[in-house]
């Protein structure tokens, strides 16, 4: 954080915001939307019944995979943009500087087509895919144990269950993502003309030999931190929205 600040200033910090910000209300409705639909049709419970008549972690497990996998296909060129300029360490502008390589997020896509064709806004999918495909499921049934656990059978759980489970349900799936994660970056940051990895087994392989297996876990307390007010306003929203909705 320090060297970030006296690198590139308090917007150092606010580098690759403007697409996520853009794109977060698209993803999530995907990924919610595929998870609410695939779990009624295994379960044919609408969503005001599914206290009443829960489906089973098995259920909730394969919806939550089926949305992370689909939510791969609207999220993946927002995130490589996103790493792009999150990595672009250029520091302050001064007289005479170098102007960064991405002069924003439009720019940074228009790059990455005309280097690398539009293929190249979908570098890093299939990790992305890894990540998120089991990742998700296990965040769902995650968050649906804990609201059962705390909840009386038949009862919706408390609002204040709602925000404890939905943030133990992202800190959750960050342990499990965070390695994946890693890889992903590290395979969006690779360009065509300094191609580092041949894909993901070699990027993992070499990672893990060059700098060890604590690698894997690099910004997972960050992510931590980020995912526990972030998933439990997300859940809250959600479950309300479709209570008031549904």
Same mark, same amino acid.
């Given at each position: 954080?320090?060297? +970030?600040?006296?690198? &590139? %200033?308090?917007?150092?910090?606010?580098?690759?915001? =403007?697409?996520?910000?853009? /794109?977060?209300?698209?993803?999530?409705?995907?990924?919610?939307?595929?998870?609410?639909? +695939?779990?009624?049709?295994?379960?044919?419970? /609408?969503?005001? &019944?599914?206290?009443? #008549?829960?489906? /089973?972690?098995? #259920?909730?497990?394969?919806? !939550?995979?089926?949305?992370?996998?689909? #939510?791969?296909?609207?999220?993946?060129?927002?995130?490589?943009?996103?790493?792009?300029?999150?990595?672009?360490?250029?520091?302050?502008?001064?007289?005479?500087?170098?102007?960064?390589? *991405?002069?924003? @997020?439009?720019?940074?896509?228009?790059?990455?087509?005309?280097?690398?064709?539009?293929? !190249?806004?979908?570098?890093?999918?299939?990790?992305?895919?890894?990540?998120?495909?089991?990742?998700?499921?296990?965040?769902?049934? +995650? *968050? &649906?144990?804990?609201?059962?656990?705390?909840?009386?059978?038949?009862?919706?759980?408390?609002?204040?269950?709602?925000?404890?489970?939905?943030?133990?349900?992202?800190?959750?799936?960050?342990?499990?993502?965070?390695?994946?994660?890693?890889?992903? =970056?590290?395979?969006?940051?690779?360009?065509?003309?300094?191609?580092?990895?041949?894909?993901?087994?070699?990027?993992?392989?070499?990672?893990?030999? #060059? &700098?060890?297996?604590?690698?894997?876990?690099?910004?997972?307390?960050?992510?931590?931190?980020?995912?526990? @007010?972030?998933?439990?306003?997300?859940?809250? %929203?959600?479950? *309300?929205?479709?209570?008031?909705?549904?």
């Amino acid at each position: 954080m320090v060297k +970030t600040y006296r690198h &590139e %200033s308090l917007l150092g910090f606010f580098k690759g915001m =403007s697409f996520p910000i853009a /794109s977060i209300a698209v993803v999530n409705s995907v990924l919610f939307g595929v998870y609410s639909n +695939t779990l009624l049709a295994l379960t044919a419970t /609408s969503h005001q &019944e599914r206290w009443a #008549q829960p489906p /089973s972690y098995t #259920q909730v497990f394969i919806a !939550g995979c089926t949305g992370g996998f689909v #939510q791969v296909y609207c999220l993946a060129p927002f995130d490589l943009i996103k790493v792009r300029l999150q990595n672009q360490t250029e520091p302050r502008a001064r007289p005479g500087s170098p102007p960064p390589r *991405y002069r924003g @997020p439009v720019h940074c896509a228009a790059s990455i087509c005309q280097e690398e064709g539009p293929r !190249g806004l979908f570098r890093g999918a299939w990790a992305l895919t890894l990540r998120d495909t089991p990742t998700l499921g296990i965040y769902f049934v +995650t *968050y &649906e144990w804990l609201c059962r656990q705390s909840t009386p059978d038949g009862q919706n759980p408390s609002s204040a269950t709602v925000l404890v489970a939905g943030g133990f349900a992202g800190i959750t799936s960050w342990a499990v993502a965070t390695p994946l994660d890693v890889i992903k =970056s590290r395979m969006q940051m690779a360009g065509p003309k300094h191609r580092v990895y041949r894909g993901v087994l070699d990027c993992m392989a070499r990672s893990a030999q #060059q &700098e060890g297996l604590g690698v894997f876990f690099r910004g997972l307390t960050i992510n931590s931190a980020r995912a526990f @007010p972030v998933n439990a306003v997300t859940f809250l %929203s959600y479950e *309300y929205l479709l209570r008031w909705w549904g």
